[in-house]
């Protein structure tokens, strides 16, 4: 593991962290966010991070895994909340027997304490590199005196090859509220879920694995203490909009991801909870 230094935005030093395991298999993640902005396993990258994207800290990075906390979506927070803007601390990193584990740090301060969610809490993010495996599970703690509740999820932007080639397995049953065409508690009929316009949709109390198949490779989302499913890709009309993700993009990445928003995860005073997920890669031709 390394950690580099360079100058962002205003000169502020911007750190990331290179994350090397066995097998060629690695990741980045900047502390700026704690933004995973790397997966590689199968000589391949399978994290999409737009070219546009802002890696300098000046606003949040579009792609990789941002973490959204406390809030997803708009509301009285900033979009997707606070912490994909903050600076994480790196508190440790080191072997295990099958790769490398990076534990990230976030607490409190006087500026998310003066925000309109003013409540003390500590955040412990560890990141699991394997050979096939990238794990990210976050443990929440209140550590104020009173209770608070709060929505969470890993926004995980997967490369793909092909949009138009992609399927998501796992969702056939699971009631789901369309965000671009309105309406809630419609649901999923198919076995192979689809993207052919712009979709964000949130799928709610998902009850098991995700899987992600595109060209003979695929990665498999398994959710700990994450209900939900959010599916996302912002198509021409979409991406068009966004000056920090290339219009012709779209095609190559697909957002699955794991997190608890259609509801709210509650804690009282010294409670903990520990959320996340693991992605597997695994292919046809792999000779991992």
């Known amino acids: 593991m390394s950690v580099q230094k360079f100058l962002g935005a205003d000169g502020v030093s911007v750190e990331r962290v ?6 060629g298999s690695s990741a980045e993640v900047y502390l700026y966010g704690a933004t995973v902005t790397s ?3 199968g000589d391949k990258e399978r994290l999409f991070v737009s070219r546009q994207a802002k890696l300098d800290g000046s606003r949040p990075v579009r792609g990789g895994i941002p973490l ?7 509301g009285d927070l900033p979009q997707h909340g606070f912490a994909r803007t903050r600076q994480w601390t790196l508190l440790s990193a080191e072997e295990h027997g099958q790769g490398v584990v ?3 740090q976030l607490k409190d ?5 003066a925000s309109r969610w003013p409540f003390k809490f500590d955040l412990l993010y560890t990141i699991d590199l394997t050979a096939t495996t990238l794990s990210t599970i976050i443990r929440y703690e ?10 969470s999820l890993m926004h ?3 490369r793909v090859p092909d949009i138009a080639h992609t399927t998501v397995a796992g969702l056939k049953g699971v009631a789901y509220a369309d965000k671009i065409k309105g309406g809630e508690g419609l649901v999923e009929e198919r076995d192979l879920v689809t993207v052919g316009a712009n979709e964000d949709r949130v799928y709610v109390d998902v009850p098991g694995v995700v899987k992600i198949n595109c060209g003979g490779e695929s990665v498999e989302i398994r959710r700990f203490n994450f209900k939900d499913i959010v599916l996302w890709n912002p198509w021409a009309e979409k991406a068009a909009e966004m000056s920090d993700f290339a219009d012709d993009e779209y095609p190559q990445m697909i957002c699955v991801e794991a997190g608890t928003v259609a509801s709210q995860i509650s804690l009282k005073p010294g409670q903990t909870i520990s959320c996340g997920q693991i992605l597997t890669f695994s292919s046809t031709t792999s000779h991992i």
């Open 18 to 23: 290179v994350i090397n395991g066995p097998q």
């Open 39 to 41: 997966w590689k396993c």
């Open 68 to 74: 959204v906390f406390p809030q997803f979506g708009p």
């Open 102 to 104: 990076v534990n990230l």
């Open 109 to 113: 301060n006087e500026d998310t304490r």
């Open 142 to 151: 209140n550590v104020d005196s009173q209770a608070f509740t709060f929505t």
């Open 156 to 158: 995980t932007y997967l």
